[in-house]
């Protein structure tokens, strides 16, 4: 068709096919391109942005940009203070969602997003084959067959940026007659309404919150009580933004929180019945509401990829990874964006890091390319030498500015290779519980981390060679800067030792 | 293995450490608890690292290790992490995955809570951690 000859990336053969067009998709190509890697990106959607074209439904991300930061845009420190910027090497591309934000909100709303990422497109000259469905997969020895609306695509190592973006309804009866999060209707249409919403995480509370004004009575209903992300010290559980409902509920404002499971809804009417069992027992509870929506999540839409071994699990169906974000049951087979919050990594006091958004999925990715590039391609990565003098400052400076540390905590670090035959040498960012098990190297690393009373300290990692890595935690500081004579004492007694085979 | 919330509870239901459980309670402790996936070789618990969870095994196997011997190995419906949140310690064993690993996870920090709101989980616990004592005592005498 002549309207489809200037679609780049046809149906082929290449090295890596990339799936998807959100953030995951676009970092791993854009890191794919800086090495030189010949890959296609194929999406079925028609533009850039993935799920930021449609959600969060109430137009506002959970996000923060904060446009005027300590240090320049460009600095790589400004990262911290900009979690929805795809990361670029180039000044003139880092840090672009700040220039369009329009100054109410360090929350970009969602269309600020939008043109976020298609910015970030434009300037760096990505290319995406958009209108390209996959469609299915098949294996080739061990290579992979892409199948897509348009066609074959055959390739060596395939990454999948396809989001956690399937809506998912528990298959409880009386489910199928309500609708999901994705198709809630504009809030007008509420005004009086006795809502009920099953689920009890932050797209619960996002509908909760939009609704407060329009809806008579808001039920929301899980088996456990609400999180919330200020007493978990993390992103986990519902964000300070949507926490207004949880005041109503207790000023007796209108809005309820049951603690039960849902074994049945009927329809009563022109509304429902919902049979609920509370938690802690006690005889069947129903709840009369005109409006029922499952925010009840969403799974990955990973087509037939189980046909071909690669193992998934949870309630999300996420594939089983390696800390590298490759399938644990297909080599070759990788996942990019919010996927790679499969990967549990050291989850240190149950807190997960931050894969699931922008701001840890786009270190994942450029780890993940890194290492796909070694790996598959035997692109030999520079590793920067480093003056053993300066090894402490690097550390602290890193367990101070780095934003992969910060946003990433206990899941990425800085390693250094402490090499008798070569030196100290600089490995970059890795995965933190890769590093730990890894009985390779004499090396060192330092994360950031959080404990359960909310404290956050470095954390420092010394691997001897062919041994385990053990740990050390240094103490915190209260204005978080790590690069005071007390740390560098405590860091230097620590290395004393094993950094001196290779302070050569 | 993705389970459906339906089989995830029906599973829990099927061992022993949930057994006095009703199902309301069952699917508060699937809600309650994360599912996650280990690959191979991978170490899960760490000797003498901190921050540890608790684990519930639903499907393949851990080999316990401790100095780098091998003291034990769990499977499915065993579970593991509890020792060192009940004592404030770090773990003075590892434990790696010998197969890919898919368990139930609970932070540290909320492990008391939830013993607390499911005391039959606690005593089925308890019972399990005497017979590990009375075998650990029969093996030194």
């Given amino acids: ?504 | 293995m993705a389970l459906s919330p339906q089989e995830l509870v029906d599973t829990l239901a099927g061992l022993s450490l949930f057994a006095d459980l009703s199902r309301p309670q069952l699917e508060q402790v699937a809600h309650k608890m994360t599912e996650e996936s280990y690959p191979v070789g991978q170490r899960i618990l760490r000797q003498g690292f901190t921050g540890t969870g608790f684990y519930v095994i639903l499907d393949g196997e851990v080999v316990v290790k401790i100095d780098g011997d091998e003291r034990a190995r769990l499977q499915k419906g065993d579970f593991f992490g509890e020792m060192s949140i009940l004592l404030g310690e770090p773990p003075v064993a590892d434990v790696v995955t010998t197969r890919q690993l898919h368990v139930l996870h609970l932070g540290g920090p909320e492990l008391e809570g939830f013993l607390r709101d499911h005391p039959p989980v606690m005593y089925r616990m308890l019972k399990t951690v005497a017979l590990r004592l009375r075998n650990a005592s029969r093996l030194r005498s």
């Fill in chain 1, 1 to 504: 068709m002549p309207e489809r000859t200037d679609r780049p990336f046809p149906p082929g053969d290449y090295p890596v096919v990339v799936v998807g067009s959100g953030p995951g998709g676009l970092q791993t190509s854009y890191y794919l391109d800086r090495l030189g890697i010949d890959h296609a990106v194929i999406s079925a959607d028609p533009s850039p942005g993935g799920m930021f074209r449609h959600f969060p439904f109430f137009q506002r991300l959970l996000s923060w940009t904060k446009p005027y930061g300590p240090v320049p845009r460009d600095d790589r420190f400004y990262e911290w203070y900009d979690w929805n910027s795809l990361l670029a090497e180039e000044p003139e591309n880092k840090a672009i969602m700040p220039e369009l934000m329009d100054g109410s909100s360090s929350f970009p709303s969602r269309p600020e997003m939008e043109r976020n990422l298609a910015t970030y497109v434009e300037r760096t000259g990505l290319r995406v084959r958009y209108g390209c469905t996959w469609e299915g997969t098949r294996r080739d020895g061990d290579r992979f067959v892409l199948q897509t609306s348009d066609g074959e695509y055959h390739c060596q190592v395939a990454i999948f940026a396809v989001g956690v973006a399937q809506p998912f309804k528990p298959d409880t009866p009386g489910f199928e007659h309500v609708a999901h999060y994705v198709d809630t209707r504009t809030p007008d249409t509420y005004a009086g309404k006795r809502l009920f919403i099953a689920g009890k995480e932050n797209s619960a509370f996002e509908l909760a919150t939009g609704l407060l004004q329009w809806a008579q009575r808001i039920v929301l209903c899980s088996p456990r009580p609400a999180k919330l992300s200020v007493n978990t010290h993390s992103l986990l559980g519902v964000r300070a933004r949507y926490i207004q409902p949880v005041e109503d509920r207790i000023l007796g404002g209108g809005v309820f929180m049951l603690d039960a499971s849902i074994n049945r809804i009927d329809r009563l009417g022109s509304g429902f019945r919902i049979l609920c069992s509370r938690s802690e027992g006690g005889a069947e509870l129903a709840v009369d509401a005109d409006e029922v929506i499952a925010a009840t999540g969403f799974v990955c839409p990973l087509r037939d990829l189980a046909d071909i071994g690669v193992s998934m699990f949870g309630r999300s169906q996420l594939p089983s990874m390696t800390n590298y974000w490759e399938s644990a049951t297909v080599p070759g087979v990788y996942f990019a964006g919010t996927i790679g919050q499969g990967v549990s990594g050291m989850k240190k006091y149950g807190l997960p890091a931050n894969s699931g958004a922008v701001h840890g999925a786009r270190y994942n990715a450029r780890t993940m390319v890194y290492h796909v590039a070694r790996k598959h391609f035997n692109v030999d990565l520079p590793m920067p030498a480093v003056e053993p003098a300066r090894l402490v400052d690097m550390l602290l400076e890193e367990a101070t500015r780095a934003p992969e540390l910060w946003n990433q905590k206990s899941y990425l670090a800085r390693s250094f290779l402490l090499d008798p035959s070569t030196g100290i040498l600089d490995e970059g960012i890795v995965p933190l519980a890769d590093f730990v098990d890894t009985e390779g190297l004499a090396a060192v690393a330092i994360a950031v981390e959080t404990d359960d009373t909310g404290d956050i300290h470095p954390a420092v990692y010394v691997r001897e060679q062919g041994r385990p890595a053990v740990e050390t935690l240094l103490s915190s500081q209260s204005l978080h800067d790590f690069r005071t004579a007390e740390h560098r004492a405590q860091l230097s007694s620590l290395l004393s030792g094993v950094t001196a085979g290779a302070a050569k």
